[in-house]
C-alpha cells in the first residue's frame, strides 16, 4: 500500500522553528519529485516548496524563500521541511506530496505538474 505519512507539525510561537517529516512506504523515494503544500482554513492550498528527483534542485515559493528549507534522504525514504522564522500566517495544514519525475518540472523558479501520492497532512500552528 502506497502512503505517505507527515509528522513534525505542532504549536510554535512566532519566530520559532519546527521541522516537518514526511515518510513513503510502498514506493521507494528514488525516481519521484517531492513537494510540501499547505492550506489554511478558508485559502486555496498553497504549494511551498518542491525538490527535485535527480539532482536536488529545489523550488521555493516567495512567500516562504529563505526561511523554508525542503531535503530528501532517500536512503531513509524520507522528505522534510524545516520551517524557520515562522509567522502566523504560517499556520496551516501541511502536506506533501509525491510524483514520478516524469510527472513534475522542478527549477528554481517553476514547480508544475502532476502529483501522484498525497499524505493526509500534519497541522502547523505559530502563535504567542
Known amino acids: 500500500q502506497v502512503q505517505l505519512v507527515e509528522s513534525g507539525g505542532g504549536l510554535v510561537q512566532p519566530g520559532g522553528s519546527l521541522r516537518l517529516s514526511c515518510a513513503a512506504s510502498?514506493?521507494?523515494?528514488?525516481?519521484?519529485?517531492l513537494g510540501w503544500f499547505r492550506q489554511a482554513p478558508g485559502k486555496e492550498r498553497e504549494g511551498t516548496a518542491c525538490?527535485?528527483?535527480?539532482?536536488?534542485?529545489?523550488y521555493y515559493a516567495d512567500s516562504v524563500k529563505g526561511r523554508f528549507t525542503i531535503s530528501r534522504d532517500n536512503a531513509k525514504n524520507t522528505v522534510y521541511l524545516q520551517l524557520n522564522s515562522q509567522k502566523p500566517e504560517d499556520t496551516a495544514v501541511y502536506y506533501c506530496?509525491?510524483?514520478?519525475?516524469?510527472?513534475?518540472?522542478?527549477?528554481?523558479?517553476?514547480?508544475?505538474?502532476?502529483?501522484?501520492?498525497w499524505g493526509q497532512g500534519t497541522q502547523v500552528t505559530v502563535s504567542s
Open positions: 506530496a509525491g510524483a514520478v519525475h516524469t510527472k513534475l518540472i522542478v527549477t528554481t523558479t517553476t514547480c508544475a505538474g502532476i502529483y501522484d501520492y
Open positions: 510502498g514506493f521507494t523515494l528514488d525516481y519521484h519529485a
Open positions: 525538490i527535485s528527483s535527480s539532482d536536488e534542485t529545489t
